[in-house]
Every structure is written in C-alpha cells, then in structure tokens.
C-alpha cells in the first residue's frame, strides 16, 4: 500500500527525507519557519533523494509556530481546503493528540493521534484505480489513482474543488477515508455541511442491491407460497377424507365367527324345535262379529288337527276357519267336533302335501320339574318357541264359564308350567325333550285375574297350565269317531256352596235327585249328606276338584272314594259310568 513513497535505508514513521542542503535540526528545536507536512503527501521531485544519501530528522511541533514552554500543544482546525496563516503551508489531517500517544504504538510525545481510518476494502480485496494526472502544485490533497500512506483507496479523478470549497468535490474521499455523497444527494447524517471529521458518522449507503437477485428471491417467495398453498390443499382433503371414514384407504372390518350350519344335538332345545315346528299351525277364526286366533298341531297326515275348543267356538256353525303351516302354506279347515268341557276341538284340511304330524307323548310318564317346550303363536305371531319346566301335576283348575249356565265351563286336570303362554298359543303342543306333545296349552293365570283361569287376554305371570295328553287324546278319538265326546260320571249331585273341606252330596231335592236311581254312586252306597274326601287316596277341598278328578278318567274306570257320614270316615268302590256331550 505504499507504492508512492520513497524508502530509505532505515526509515521511521517520525522521520521523512531532508532536501539537500538542509542542515539537520536539534532535537527539540522548533521553527517558526517550518509549516506542518502532510504525512501521506508525496515526495516533490525536488525533494527526492537516493535512498543511499537520504538522512532523517525529526518532526517539528505541529502548527506554523513552535509552542513555547507551558503553553497549549493544541489549537482548532482552520476549514478543509483553506490555506492557513501566511506562510504556514498546508493544514495537517487531524489536531495534535492531547494525550500525546504515538501512531502505529510507537514512542514520542510529540506525535499526533492518527485519524480513524474506515477504508471499504471489496470482497475480492483492494484494487488500485489507474494512475491519472499529478495534483497541481499546491493541491489540499494527494493526486487521483494514489493510494495514501495509510492504505485508503482513492477514487477516480474527479473535477478540482472551487476556490474556497467547503468539501471535496463530489465523488472524491477525502484522505482519511470518510466518503463524501455525489452531488445532489444528501448526506446520512443529515444536511451537508463544510467537512470535519467524525469518527462516528455512518459509513456510506450501501449500493442498491441487482435486480437479478431481488427477482431471485421473489420467484422463491413466489415458490413457497405456491407449495404452502398445494400442500395445505392436500392436507385439508386428507383431514375431511379422515374425518368421514376414519381410516385412509382402509375398510373397518369387524372379527365375525364363521356360519355354522351343523345340525343341532336333537336333545337341544333348537333341535327339539326344529323337529316341531313343522306339525304346529297358527288358526285364523272368524265369525259374524267374532274373530281369534289360535294354535293347532297335526294329528295325522289326513289333515286332522287338534286345538281348543275356545279357539274355534267363535266360528259357530257358519264361520270360517283358516290354517297356516310353518311353511306359510294356507288352507281352509272344517270343523270335525269339539267338547265345551274338555275344551278340546278337531278340525280338518283337505287337499294339503307334505304333512307333519306330531308324537304324542304320555303325560302319566311326566314330573315335576321336566324340560317342556311351548310352541304357537301368542299375538299372532306365529312359530313362537318358549321353554320352561313342569312346575306341578294334577293341578285342577277351571276355565270360561263365560255364559251363565255354566255350559261353557271346562275342568282339566292340569299340568302346570312356567313355559311363557300368552294368549295366542292356545290349543298349541307342549312337548317334552323328545319333541313329543304332553299337553296342550288351554290357560294362564294372569296378574289382573280375580277370579277362575281362563284363555283371557292377559300375559304370562309364569303359571300356564295345559291338559294332559292322555286325555286330550281319548276325547279327540271320541270327536274323531263319533264327532262328541262321553264324559265320566258318578251319578250324584254335589252341593256347590259347600265351604267345608271335602265334596259334599246335595241334600235338596229338586229336578233331579241327589244321588242318581242305578247310577255308579247308588250302587256303592252313597247317599245325600255324605262328604267325599279323596279319591284314590287323593284329597279333594271342593266339588270342582271333585268333578276335575273324576273327568280326568274314562267312563267304566273304577275308583275308590273316602267318604265321610256322621263323622265317620269309610271307603266305597266305585264305576264310573259315562255321559253323553252336551
């Protein structure tokens, strides 16, 4: 960087070259003669010296004159580009350092503090701008093209300062390295002012940046908000796709165990079912302004079918019967017989295929506590299956008695279930664990019932009753054969009032007599006033269960009766006789 300066043999920053001729100065003399030089101006070529005879001297104080003792080393700056007083040369950079440090960390209390110098070096490093014409003599600054002692670039050759100019020319930095603005522009600091230095001004503008690299960084803007924008499409339909199906591309399939289509153990209950469905059929009634509906099972393969008397009865002579099988096959039915006290009815199709009738059981073989099943169709809804248990035998029980005469009462000695029965399943099979019929269900006793059982419209509370098949079978072969039903008889009247424990004989004398001339009961002894109490060892509490005992055997049965007579009890053999249907 210092290309333009000469070089001595040992030169020192406080020493220059001394023209010729010129006699060495005592240390610390001053001249009120010298005028301060510019440490960066070039060598005149007067001054020039070969290196070989080139001698050094010292500084002088700085300003025009020498400071005499005890007076102040320093002074203010005349104005850039003025000349000082006469004859003092030019004006120096900078004022004396007060503190008396040296440039560069050398010794001497006489050198000046150094300027802050703030060169802007370019990223490839500092260039030299090409050599231009000399300064004319006695210029305030060195020449275009010449770096400085210091190291700062200078720039082009620019037009001279006017006379009296209180800055540079525009364009051109001034040796300490502050750059001044071109002309018309203001500078950072605020309004241009005559030149001074200072060390804190803000460096130069930096220049405005290529327009190829501000159109770079839009197109990358631009770019990224392109993507942001594709991106948060893609992820909101991801997020709606989510939402509404919960799984991407994914089909939620639940774990499901295979069809078996294996037949069930025929003890089951779905495969006792299964064996007996096919034999029960829902019955359709109606009759002037009666209807109902029932259920029936198959008798043989002739079509006959057996159900409740109280199912059919709404028909009367003229109604119409209508029969749907499991299969949902319909058919007309006709009426073969039916008994009002048994409450057991037969009716037959025609012209249907495919039968199947049911296994009859035998009711005498049943106990307490057996698996029963029950099929029908409670509120028409047909193929209903129900399962329970025998919960009591011989349970004597009494239903309709609708009409006042008492021709519509019937007496069964039941068997007892807890098989759901609601109305509907009546007159349909209860089956034991061989799908074989026990019974067929004919009442229920329901919560609002106050007085006999019937086949009213009430739910099932868990006491259904059903009559046995042994004697549903004897009074269907009856109805089949002879199209009425006998019933047993013992040939007296009993005394219905009668609130004492037992069946009592009828002391009144009326249409009829109290023990029947020739009947069964005349022929074993019997008379009025006498209290039945068991038969075949079984007790009775009532004429009704007196009656239900007796119809529960067939006529010519014999049977042995406790009778009580003047409060002695004996025993009476006895043969029922048999009463025509009414």
């Known amino acids: 960087m210092d290309e333009g300066k000469a070089r001595t043999s040992a030169p020192q920053w406080w020493s220059r070259p001394r023209p010729d001729g010129e006699a060495p100065a005592a240390a610390g003399r001053t001249g009120r003669d010298e005028s301060p030089q510019f440490l960066d101006a070039p060598p005149s070529p007067a001054d020039e010296t070969p290196s070989s005879e080139a001698e050094t001297r010292l500084l002088p104080p700085y300003g025009p004159e020498a400071s005499a003792p005890g007076d102040s080393p320093t002074r203010p700056l005349p104005p850039y580009g003025q000349e000082g007083p006469s004859g003092a040369g030019a004006v120096p950079l900078h004022a004396p350092d007060p503190y008396g440090t040296p440039p560069y960390g050398r010794p ?52 001279a300062a006017p006379q009296g100019a209180a800055f540079p020319p525009p364009g051109v930095t001034p040796p300490h390295g502050t750059p001044v603005p071109p002309v018309g522009m203001t500078p950072a600091h605020g309004t241009p002012a005559p030149w001074q230095y200072d060390p804190w001004a803000v460096s130069a503008a930096r220049p405005p940046e290529p327009v190829a690299a501000k159109r770079g960084r839009g197109r990358l803007l631009a770019g990224a908000l392109l993507v942001a924008l594709v991106a948060g499409g893609i992820g909101g339909g991801v997020g709606a796709y989510l939402e509404r199906d ?37 019955i359709h009634v109606r009759g002037g302004s009666d209807q109902g509906t029932g259920t029936g099972f198959v008798l043989d393969k002739e079509g006959r079918i057996l159900t409740n008397n109280h199912v059919v009865e709404p028909a009367g002579a003229a109604g119409d019967i209508s029969v749907t099988f499991n299969s949902g096959q319909t058919a007309k039915a006709t009426l073969v017989g039916r008994d009002s006290s048994y409450d057991l009815a037969v009716i037959k199709v025609s012209g249907v295929s495919g039968l199947t009738p049911l296994a009859l059981g035998n009711s005498d073989s049943v106990r307490v506590g057996d698996s029963v099943i029950a099929i029908g169709a409670p509120y028409d809804l047909a193929g209903t299956v129900t399962t ?40 349909g099979p209860l089956v034991d664990s061989e799908a074989r019929v026990i019974g067929i269900n004919s009442a229920i006793r329901s919560a609002g019932d106050s007085g006999e059982l019937g086949g ?19 009074v269907a072969e009856e109805l089949i054969n002879t199209g ?8 007296v009247t009993l005394d219905m009032g009668y609130s004492g424990d037992g069946a009592r004989v009828n002391t009144k004398s ?3 007599a109290p023990v029947t001339p020739g009947g069964p009961g005349d022929k074993a002894g019997l008379r009025p006033d006498d209290v039945i109490k068991k038969v075949d060892g079984v007790a009775v509490r009532s004429g009704q269960e007196l009656i239900v005992k007796i119809r529960s055997h067939r006529p010519g049965d014999r ?24």
């Not at 009425?484 to 040939?491: E, F, L, R, Y």
């Open 559 to 582: 049977l042995t009766l406790t009778v009580e007579r003047d409060g002695r009890e004996r025993a009476v053999e006895l043969t029922l006789g048999s009463a025509g249907a009414r």
């Open 484 to 491: 009425k039903a006998t019933h047993p008889v013992i040939g």
């Open 388 to 427: 329970g248990i025998i919960s009591a035998k011989e349970r004597p029980i009494t239903a309709g008695g609708r009409k006042g005469d008492g021709s519509d009462v019937s007496y069964v000695d039941a068997l007892q279930t807890d098989a759901p029965i609601n109305p509907g399943n009546s007159g």
């Open 246 to 282: 919960g799984a991407m591309g994914r089909h939620v399939s639940l774990p499901q165990a295979t069809a078996d289509r294996s037949g069930r153990a025929p003890g089951s209950i779905a495969g006792i079912a299964a064996r007996a469905l096919p034999g029960v059929v829902t």
């Open 108 to 159: 001497g209390p006489w050198a000046p503090a150094p300027p802050v110098q703030r060169p802007v070096t370019p990223p490839q490093g500092t260039l030299l701008p090409p050599a231009g014409p000399v300064a004319p003599q006695g210029a305030a600054f060195p020449p275009s093209g010449v770096t400085p002692p210091q190291g700062t670039p200078l720039p082009p050759a620019g037009p």
């Open 510 to 512: 009326g249409d009829s």
């Open 456 to 474: 009213g419209q009430g739910g099932s509370i868990g006491l259904g009753f059903a009559i046995p098949i042994n004697q549903a079978k004897r």
